[in-house]
């Protein structure tokens, strides 16, 4: 298992399903991010719901190292209709729309999470600009900064925050009392 647990420990991943160059994945792609201690279930879009549980999980950890899928387990439950999945101490769950996968990773209890539609072509300052409006929004006058990692930040209260985005949609995890 890689690296150490962050203390606010929360991570999200969104796939547009949607998204023209989506493309579904078979075998042999999931064989390119399996690890071997992956549990797997039967699922239309097990690929997608592999890769982003692993980026929920690898955003969770908080950790100045480049992605590498194959280097985490992740174990997958599909019971009642509800996919979770695990991988060491960390849990999390997906959830599925027509449009879109969400992984979101951490305590989950005490996670905010809020879904982004793509406003313009330039999403990665877009993602940030309506994350900082979707707190103006709420009567808060926070940014987006960094911290040491490079990893993104709430200022000025410091608190982690997870962004994520694919195609049309963009998804932020923060903790609950920012709000």
Known sequence: MIGSQSHNMLGIDIVDIKDPSFKERNERTLDLINNSEDVQIEH??????????????FKCRREPINFA?????VQLSNEGGEITFASGDLKGKVTIKDEYILATCGD???????VFEKKDNNWSEGIRFMIIEYFRDLGH?????S???NLPIIEPSKQ???ISHHGRYGAV???KSLL
């Open 44 to 57: 239309p879009h097990l690929f997608w719901i592999l890769w982003s549980a692993k980026e929920a999980i």
């Open 69 to 73: 899928p194959t280097k985490i387990p």
């Open 108 to 114: 989950l209890d005490s996670l905010q999470i809020h």
């Open 141 to 145: 006058d926070y940014h987006i900064g």
């Open 147 to 149: 911290d040491d990692l």
């Open 160 to 162: 982690e925050i997870s």
């Open 173 to 175: 995890a923060f903790k």
